[in-house]
């Protein structure tokens, strides 16, 4: 079992900038992928970014490129996402995904392929 914690969520103004963090319980944590996905509500949860398990290889989604980095300390069990020049419409619950027996150089965007969630932290962005 992979416990995962958000935190670094809040209150930010447009053009500001956060930073999540996701600290991850077991003793393999270099062995996961991770990523980071967000939800409104009313709306199916939505990739963010995503990380491969040696922090050397990264995607994101449209929304988030050029904006938001996703970052790992595998010697502390944790992932972080940077947000710059936030928007209203990133307001969202993001949470962060563990995924177990990934391949080598390789990250995952889809919610299926993960297999530990975090409970998420509240991010609200305003005008």
């Known amino acids: 079992q992979v416990q995962l914690v958000e935190s670094g969520g809040g209150l930010v103004q447009a053009g500001g900038s956060l930073r999540l963090s996701c600290a991850a319980s077991?003793?393999?944590?270099?062995?996961?992928?991770m990523g980071w996905f967000r939800q409104t509500p009313g709306k199916e949860r939505e990739f963010v970014a995503a990380?491969?398990?040696?922090?050397?290889?990264?995607h994101y989604a449209d929304s988030a490129k050029g904006r938001f980095t996703v970052s790992r300390d595998n010697a502390k069990n944790t992932i972080f996402l940077q947000m710059n020049s936030v928007k209203p419409e990133d307001t969202a619950v993001y949470y962060c995904a563990a995924r177990i027996g990934s391949h080598y150089q390789t990250y995952y965007t889809a919610i299926g392929e993960y297999d530990y969630w975090g409970q998420g932290t509240q991010v609200t962005v305003s005008s």
């Open positions: 990380i491969d398990r040696s922090g050397g290889n990264t």
């Open positions: 077991g003793r393999t944590f270099s062995s996961y992928a």
